[in-house]
C-alpha cells in the first residue's frame, strides 16, 4: 500500500513538472515574440516594405507611413477590391456588382490590348457566360462562332463537331479579338453605378495581423501613391502577376512559346471551325478570330522563339512550318510573315495551390494556368466566378475575414473537377500532339488521331471534354486510356510479335508517364473524390 502511494505521488509530482514546464516555454514563446515584433517595429517605424518573392509587402502600421488603421478600414465605402480588368476581373466586377456589392476595379492600362492568346471561347465557356448576364459582350466586336475542330496529320484530316444538339440553337464556342472582348465587359461592368473602374498599378498588398486589408497603388500618373481598404481583395491580375506569392506557392511552367500571326481575306478549309495541324515538332492552331482575319498560333517548343530582328523567325517559319500547313492557307500564311507583324507568347501552365489567406482570394491566371492548345481558359475563369458568386451570395457582410475566409476555403474543392479536367486535358493533349523521337510516342500520337477519328463515342466524349460542355474527371481518364489501349491493340493485331507487345507496354507507360503527374499536381484526392474534403460542406456562416 505504501509503496501504491508512493507511485501514485511520484505521478503526481511528474504532471505538476511537465505541466509547470510547458506553461513556462509556452510563456518564454510568447514573451520572445513581442520582443522581435517590437524590435521590428523601432526598425521599420518609419513605413517601410519588405520584398518577399519579387512582391511588396508592407510592415509598418501608419497610414501616414503607408499603412492601414482601424478608421481606415471602417471608413471605406468599398465592399471588394478586385486588382486586374481582364476577363476575369471585368466578369467578376459585373457579376458581384449586379449582386449589390460596391466593387473598386483598378487596372493597370485601360486602353484596347492587341494579344494573341485569350481569343477562343469554348461553348461551355459560353454557357457560363449567359448564366453571368455576359452574353452581349460577344455582340458587336465581330465575333465568329466556332463549332468544333478540324484535325490535320500526315496529309490526313477528320473533323470533330461539338455536342451541341441538345442546346439552344445561340449555343457555340465563340472566337474574337481578346482585346474588343474586354473592352466590351469592361464597358459593361463600369455602366453599373456601384462599380468604380480606376487605372493604376497595385504594387502591394496592405495586410495587418495576417489579414489583407486592401491594397497600395500608384495612380494612373504614376507619380502619387494611394490605398484602397476593403473587406475582400480579389487578385486576378493575369499571368505576370507580381502579387500571387503571398497567396500561393506559384511553379511555373513554361514548355513552349505561341508566334502569332493574322491570315487575313480567306476562309479555312472547315468553315465554323478551329483547325489543329498536328506538325513537326509540335501543333499548329487557326481559327477566325474576325469577318476578314484568321489567327494562326505556331507552338515553338522551349522558353525561347528565334530572333524576330536578325530575320531568324521567319526563316523558321518559312522553311520548317509553312511546309506542314495545308494547302489552301499557304499563300496567305507566306504573306502574313512577309508582313511583319509578328508577335509572341510564353505559354504558362501553374496549379492550383492557394495559401488560404484572410481578407485576399486569388482568381484567373494569377492563380491557375494551363496549357493554351485547348483554348480552356476562359471557361476556367467563368466557371471560378459563377461558384465565387454563388458562394458569396448568401453573406450580406464580409468584414468577419477569417470565418470568410474558412468558409471559401470550399471554393479550392468546388472548382476541382471542372477545372482539374480541362487543365489535365490540355497539359495531356499537348504532350500527345507534339512529334518525338520516341517510337511510343509516335504511335500513341497516331492512335489519337485514329481514335478521335472513328467518330461516335470516339469523338463525342473527347470534344464534350475539350469544349467543356462535359468536364469530368472519370471521362477524361476513360478516354484517355482508351486511345493508350486502342494504340496497343493496333499494334497486336493481327499477328502479335515480341517487339510488338514490347512497344504496346512501353505505349502504356508513356501514357501513364504523361497524365499522372499532371493529376498528381492537380491533387488526385480534390480532381475525382471531392466529396471526400471537408471543405466541400462548408455552409455560409451565420451573420446576425
Not at 469544349?467 to 474527371?473: C, E
Amino acid at each position: 500500500m505504501e509503496l501504491g502511494r508512493s507511485y501514485r505521488e511520484n505521478d503526481e509530482y511528474f504532471l505538476m513538472f511537465a505541466a509547470t514546464f510547458l506553461f513556462g516555454f509556452v510563456l518564454y514563446l510568447f514573451t520572445l515574440r513581442r520582443r522581435r515584433r517590437r524590435r521590428r517595429e523601432k526598425k521599420g517605424g518609419a513605413g517601410s516594405m519588405e520584398i518577399i518573392n519579387g512582391a511588396y509587402k508592407l510592415t509598418s502600421s501608419s497610414e501616414v507611413n503607408g499603412h492601414c488603421t482601424p478608421e481606415d478600414i471602417a471608413g471605406s465605402s468599398d465592399d471588394v477590391i478586385i486588382v486586374g480588368a481582364g476577363v476575369a476581373g471585368s466578369a467578376l466586377a459585373y457579376t458581384l456588382a449586379k449582386d449589390g456589392r460596391r466593387v473598386h476595379v483598378i487596372e493597370r492600362d485601360l486602353t484596347e490590348q492587341d494579344r494573341i492568346v485569350g481569343e477562343l471561347l469554348q461553348p461551355g465557356g459560353y454557357l457560363k457566360l449567359v448564366e453571368l448576364g455576359l452574353e452581349d459582350c460577344v455582340n458587336e466586336i465581330d465575333a465568329q462562332r466556332v463549332f468544333g475542330y478540324a484535325l490535320y496529320m500526315d496529309g490526313k484530316n477528320t473533323r470533330l463537331s461539338y455536342p451541341l444538339e441538345k442546346f439552344h440553337a445561340d449555343v457555340a464556342g465563340r472566337s474574337f479579338h481578346n482585346g474588343r472582348f474586354i473592352q466590351r465587359m469592361r464597358e459593361k461592368a463600369a455602366s453599373l453605378p456601384n462599380v468604380r473602374m480606376e487605372q493604376g498599378t497595385v504594387i502591394s498588398l496592405v495586410e495587418q495581423k495576417g489579414t489583407v486589408k486592401g491594397v497600395r497603388y500608384k495612380t494612373k500618373n504614376g507619380q502619387e501613391m494611394s490605398a484602397a481598404y476593403a473587406p475582400l481583395t480579389i487578385v486576378c491580375d493575369g499571368c505576370f502577376s507580381n502579387l500571387r506569392h503571398s497567396l500561393c506557392n506559384p511553379k511555373v511552367d513554361v514548355p513552349s512559346c505561341f508566334v502569332g500571326l493574322i491570315l487575313e481575306n480567306i476562309d479555312l478549309p472547315h468553315i465554323n471551325h478551329g483547325h489543329v495541324i498536328l506538325a513537326d515538332p509540335s501543333p499548329i492552331l487557326f481559327y477566325k478570330i474576325s469577318s476578314t482575319e484568321i489567327r494562326c498560333l505556331v507552338d515553338v517548343p522551349g522558353q525561347r522563339v528565334p530572333s524576330i530582328a536578325n530575320g531568324e523567325l521567319a526563316h523558321y517559319l518559312k522553311t520548317s512550318v509553312a511546309p506542314q500547313i495545308p494547302p489552301e492557307l499557304y499563300k496567305s500564311f507566306i504573306a502574313a510573315i512577309d508582313k511583319g507583324q509578328t508577335k509572341t507568347m510564353p505559354n504558362r501552365s501553374m496549379p492550383a495551390d492557394p495559401h488560404p489567406t484572410p481578407g485576399a482570394l486569388l482568381l484567373g491566371d494569377a492563380f491557375n494556368m494551363r496549357h493554351p492548345l485547348t483554348g480552356g481558359g476562359m471557361t476556367v475563369a467563368l466557371s471560378d466566378i459563377v461558384l465565387i458568386r454563388d458562394l458569396l451570395r448568401p453573406l450580406r457582410d464580409l468584414h468577419d475575414s477569417s470565418t470568410l475566409c474558412k468558409y471559401l476555403e470550399s471554393f479550392y474543392t468546388l472548382r476541382k473537377p471542372v477545372a482539374s479536367t480541362i487543365n489535365t486535358l490540355a497539359g495531356a493533349l499537348y504532350k500527345v500532339f507534339c512529334a518525338s523521337p520516341d517510337k511510343a510516342r509516335q504511335e500513341m500520337r497516331d492512335a489519337c488521331f485514329d481514335y478521335l477519328s472513328l467518330g461516335g463515342i470516339c469523338s463525342e466524349g473527347p470534344i464534350a471534354l475539350l469544349s467543356g460542355l462535359n468536364p469530368r474527371p472519370m471521362s477524361l481518364f476513360f478516354h484517355f486510356f482508351a486511345v493508350a489501349i486502342y494504340g496497343v491493340g493496333r499494334l497486336l493485331i493481327p499477328f502479335p510479335s515480341p517487339r510488338k507487345i514490347w512497344l504496346g507496354a512501353r505505349l502504356i507507360s508513356g501514357a501513364s508517364g504523361i497524365i499522372f503527374p499532371i493529376i498528381k499536381s492537380e491533387g488526385v484526392r480534390q480532381m475525382f473524390f471531392p466529396a471526400t474534403v471537408p471543405a466541400y460542406y462548408r455552409a455560409p456562416p451565420i451573420t446576425k
